[in-house]
């Protein structure tokens, strides 16, 4: 896995974001894991013929108003709202914007989808279940590209 690219995503966005984030820096679903999130959505986007953008603002923002570590119902829900109150501040079009908050809405609901970006978002937070000592499941992952992640086991 590649790294991302820091400069891809806007500082004071990344900042802000670190900021708001109630379970501060060294939560399990903070900026470290949105940066690994960020270097599979890109790479699955990309392979999937998703918006890269779009999967790395997903990245970002799917777990920014968590509330707790465990099992946090809505905090999905929460982040698609933080997209659309933060519409002016990201420099994505009214298409882009809807399809990342609809990737961010239903993320953690353990769906798969036949769209090529949000099915790229998902596998992608997906393939960071090994952080926790879970293997991703293919069963679960929508696009080509997490699925043959699956096949290598990483823990």
């Known amino acids: 896995m590649t790294d991302p690219d820091p400069a891809a995503f806007p500082a004071d966005l990344r900042a802000d974001l670190i900021r708001l984030f109630r379970l501060g820096v060294h939560s399990i679903h903070g900026p470290a894991h949105w940066e690994r999130v960020q270097a599979h959505a890109e790479r699955l986007a990309a392979a999937s013929g998703g918006d890269v953008t779009v999967a790395r603002y997903f990245a970002w923002f799917h777990d920014a108003e968590r509330h707790d570590e465990w099992y946090d119902t ?34 953690e609901l353990g769906e798969v989808s036949a769209e090529a970006t949000i099915g790229a978002c998902w596998d992608a937070d997906r393939l960071e279940l090994t952080r926790v000592g879970l293997q991703p499941d293919e069963r679960y992952m929508s696009t080509a590209a997490g699925k043959a992640a699956t096949r290598t086991p990483t823990i």
């Open 74 to 107: 809505g905090h999905g829900e929460r982040a698609a709202a933080l997209v659309r109150a933060w519409r002016d501040r990201l420099p994505l079009s009214d298409g882009q914007v809807d399809l990342l908050a609809r990737a961010c809405a239903r993320h």
